[in-house]
């Protein structure tokens, strides 16, 4: 009998898993975990020099680091640090946006379909016939057409509106000599999340830094009524 309780007692010690064993079962874990999305390009975005150059912060000097497309949006953090993707907030930022690019979440011009030399032509589009409107609005075209368009002949990109009757307002949108329109070419930093400003050292040292401010200024009131008085 004391055998038996001996053995019910030890059991539960007998049958629990080793760390060796936990080891083991994280590490098939993570080796099951998919590897990362890969998307398409865009005809916007349509090299990995083009989208570190949109996303601004200076990564476009990183662009000779990845070879491909799939290269950049297969990395991982530990591999861009082995690259020398530096500082980390640069990494975060980078690894944010790619997976913002994944969600298809991309910034002015990204849903242009018809672009050339990394430049986009936009023209003022008319209602269809017999529509009950006469709003104008702009839309995406090749860059050999002239004048305004159909509406519903070319794509309607986001964020680009008309003013007047043929004034094309929008992120980058500059007017199109000669032509009329508008053209959107991919500038630096054209994607780029502004860093936050840190009033009085950010707000982990905002008290800190505005107590010694207000010490300094006591102290200078002091010694500016002493400099009266002598």
Same mark, same amino acid.
């Given at each position: ?90 990494? +975060?930022? $980078? ?11 991309? %910034?002015? &011009? *990204?849903?242009?379909?018809? #672009? ?46 008309? +003013?007047? $009757? ?11 000599? %000669?032509? &009329? *329109?508008?053209?959107?070419? #991919? ?44």
């Amino acid at each position: 009998m004391r055998a038996q309780s001996l053995w019910s007692s030890l059991r539960p010690l007998a049958s629990a898993p080793t760390t060796s064993t936990l080891n083991t079962q994280i590490r098939c874990l993570h080796k099951t975990r998919p590897p990362p999305t890969i998307p398409r390009p865009r005809p916007f975005v349509p090299d990995v020099e083009t989208f570190l150059k949109l996303i601004g912060r200076g990564l476009s000097r990183h662009a000779s680091k990845f070879p491909t497309w799939e290269a950049l949006f297969a990395m991982t953090s530990p591999q861009l640090k082995e690259l020398g993707v530096e500082p980390p907030r640069a990494r +975060r930022y $980078l690894l944010q946006w790619m997976q913002r690019y994944r969600k298809g979440v991309v %910034g002015p &011009g *990204g849903d242009f379909q018809f #672009v050339r030399d990394g430049e986009a032509h936009l023209r003022v589009a008319l209602p269809p016939a017999g529509a009950a409107t006469d709003a104008r609005w702009v839309v995406n075209v090749p860059h050999d057409g002239d004048g305004v368009v159909a509406a519903e002949t070319y794509p309607r990109p986001k964020g680009y509106s008309v +003013r007047g $009757l043929t004034t094309i307002a929008g992120s980058h949108a500059t007017e199109l000599p %000669g032509k &009329g *329109g508008a053209v959107v070419k #991919v500038t630096e930093g054209m994607w780029e999340q502004k860093q936050g400003r840190k009033i009085d050292g950010g707000e982990r040292r905002r008290a800190e830094t505005r107590f010694k401010k207000r010490s300094a200024e006591r102290r200078a009131e002091r010694e500016a009524e002493l400099m009266k008085h002598l």
